[in-house]
């Protein structure tokens, strides 16, 4: 298996977690705009070795979703700026730019010191 992506969780904004009512979560790099701060997962590395594609698998820490479909500034926003959208309610069909889509799947908790990687088999 190969590694594609690596990060490690930093800081929680305070709304970030409401998402998950909505299936879904919102990360950015540390350099965040202070207005997004509140809503996102802040974490510190930026580790795109390769283009991420459907089937390639999400890990939070142990839990793996299936990658359904990939908007198409999820590479390049995560790159630049460790910015995207993880959406889990299973839609196969990319819709919006910046949101990766997983299979329906509860998300795994996620905290301070959370690894987020997706790996290729």
Do not use: W
Not at 67 to 82: P, R, S, Y
Not at 89 to 97: M, S
């Amino acid at each position: 298996m190969n590694t594609i992506y690596s990060t490690r969780i930093e800081n929680i904004g305070t709304k970030a977690k409401e998402f998950f009512e909505a299936n879904m979560f919102i990360t950015f790099k540390q350099n965040a705009p202070q207005e997004l701060i509140d809503y996102c997962f802040i974490h510190s590395e930026n580790n795109l070795v390769e283009e991420i594609k459907a089937k390639d698998i999400l890990c939070i820490d142990d839990v793996t979703y299936e990658v359904k479909a990939v908007g198409e500034l999820v590479n390049q926003n995560l790159k630049d700026l460790g910015h995207i959208t993880y959406n889990f309610l299973g839609e196969e069909e990319a819709k919006v730019a910046g949101t990766l889509y997983l299979e329906k799947k509860e998300i795994a908790p996620i905290g301070v010191g959370t690894i987020i990687k997706i790996i290729r088999k």
